[in-house]
């Protein structure tokens, strides 16, 4: 057997749990399909997927429509006043600095 090691990293927890059901209605637990993702990367020799950016554009004026489209939502909003923003963007921050 060769020198196994540990694989560590960071990911979102809903993201994993996602993952995780989708890996046990298949019958694997995530280190399994990790495992598949590795060896299948040494076998293509690169990303086990195609990996390209979509050819879909958005024209000038798509654009432009979503932009008045976003203005028109926006003018229906209530004004706010300076004191309000600032106390949305002190929870915001607040709310921030409260996550590990």
Known sequence: ????????????KAL????VAIYAALGM???TA???FMERTRMVRGLPFPAVLPE???????GKRAFEELRREAAELP?????????EIAAVRA?????P
């Open 29 to 31: 637990d995530l280190n």
């Open 1 to 12: 057997m060769s020198e196994q090691v540990l694989n560590q990293f960071r990911s979102d």
């Open 16 to 19: 994993r749990d996602d993952c």
């Open 56 to 62: 879909e554009r958005v024209t000038r004026t798509e």
């Open 34 to 36: 990790f495992r598949m």
């Open 95 to 99: 709310e921030r600095k409260a996550r």
């Open 79 to 87: 004004e706010l006043s300076p004191e309000e923003i600032d106390a």
